[in-house]
Nanobody
């Protein structure tokens, strides 16, 4: 099973920028949809951005115009570019992949371990 590992989290001031990376241990092409979720203390996990193999993207309203999700299947990598960061963006960010297992042809899903983004002055 392909493992997903996030990196790039850290402390950033409001208005700053940060880019998160999610790297698969193997091919991520079978994950038709890749997405980033986040969870802040005391709040439910929410999907903030998603991308499918065609390149179509979706964003939650709160991050539209500020976040950009991208993927390069050849590099087994998904990125989340974040700009104009706000205190409300503080959360643990998780990478997620959904698709069909190439061997069993059954639905498959994978999650990364999470990376913490703290926006504070």
């Amino acid at each position: 099973q392909v493992q997903l590992v996030e990196s790039g989290g850290g402390l950033v001031q409001p208005g700053g920028s940060l880019t998160l990376s999610c790297v698969g241990s193997g091919s991520i092409e079978h994950f038709f949809g890749m997405s980033w979720y986040r969870q802040a203390p005391g709040k439910e996990r929410e999907q903030v951005a998603s991308i499918i193999n065609s390149g179509h993207t979706n964003y939650v309203d709160a991050v539209k115009g500020r976040f950009t999700i991208s993927r390069d299947n050849a590099k087994n990598t998904v990125w989340l570019q974040m700009s104009s960061l706000e205190v409300g963006d503080t959360a643990v960010y998780y990478c997620n992949g959904v698709g069909r297992d190439p061997t069993s042809q059954r639905y498959t899903e994978a999650w990364g371990q999470g990376t913490l983004v703290t926006v504070s002055s």
